[in-house]
Structures are given as structure tokens and as C-alpha cells.
């Protein structure tokens, strides 16, 4: 059974930076950030497998995401954030390889409980 914890999450100026953790207990191969702001559908922000890493075209740049495996956690470090970048911010991992160059919500069987990030004047 795999877990996953969202930390991190909070309300910056534009043009700041958040660090976002999810702490992971159990066996994942692919994992994933999300978002969803109100009334939008949830969207692939970024995803990792072993070395490869895949981005939002709207986040290129600017979000990258990595993967501690000695710590058990993955990141997601936002840069230059807009407030476009609003959402409430979901972990997401899957246990076997999945496709990451499209980042779909299908791809993903364990979710996080998210973390609010709030980009405002």
C-alpha cells in the first residue's frame, strides 16, 4: 500500500518560490504532481520515472521536480510563480512504469490529500 503526505503549500507574492514535499511510504516507479484550481479540471504539472522527467508546457522552466530516494520524497520546486499557478497541489503515484510525456490523472492509482498554493498581490 502506498501513502502519500503533501506539505509545502502556501500564499507567496508573484514572482516567488515554493518548495513542495510529499513523503512517500511504499513502493512507487512513477510519480507525479497535479493540480486544480476552482472550477478547472485537475492537470499533469509534472512527472517523474527513474531519471526522466516531464513537464506542463505552462510550468517549463520555471517548476521542476526531483525525487529524493534516500528521503523518500518528492519535490516540486516552483520559481517565478504567477498567479495563474493558484491551486490546490495533489501528489500522485503509480507502482509500475506509465507514460509520463502526456501527464494523465488515469496514469495514477495513489493520491495525496494535496496542498493549497496561493499566488497573490
Known amino acids: 500500500q502506498v501513502q502519500l503526505v503533501e506539505s509545502g503549500g502556501d500564499s507567496v507574492q508573484p514572482g516567488g518560490s515554493l518548495r513542495l514535499s510529499c513523503a512517500v511510504s511504499?513502493?512507487?516507479?512513477?510519480m507525479a504532481w497535479f493540480r486544480q484550481a476552482p472550477g478547472k479540471e485537475r492537470e499533469g504539472v509534472a512527472a517523474i520515472q527513474r531519471d526522466t522527467t516531464s513537464y506542463a508546457d505552462g510550468v517549463k522552466g520555471r517548476f521542476t521536480i526531483s525525487k529524493d530516494n534516500a528521503k523518500n520524497t518528492l519535490y516540486l520546486q516552483m520559481n517565478s510563480l504567477k498567479p495563474e499557478d493558484t491551486a490546490m497541489y495533489y501528489c500522485a503515484a503509480s507502482a509500475f512504469p506509465r507514460p509520463i510525456a502526456t501527464i494523465k490523472s488515469s496514469n495514477f492509482y495513489y493520491w495525496g490529500q494535496g496542498t493549497q498554493v496561493t499566488v497573490s498581490s
Open positions: 511504499g513502493n512507487t516507479y512513477t
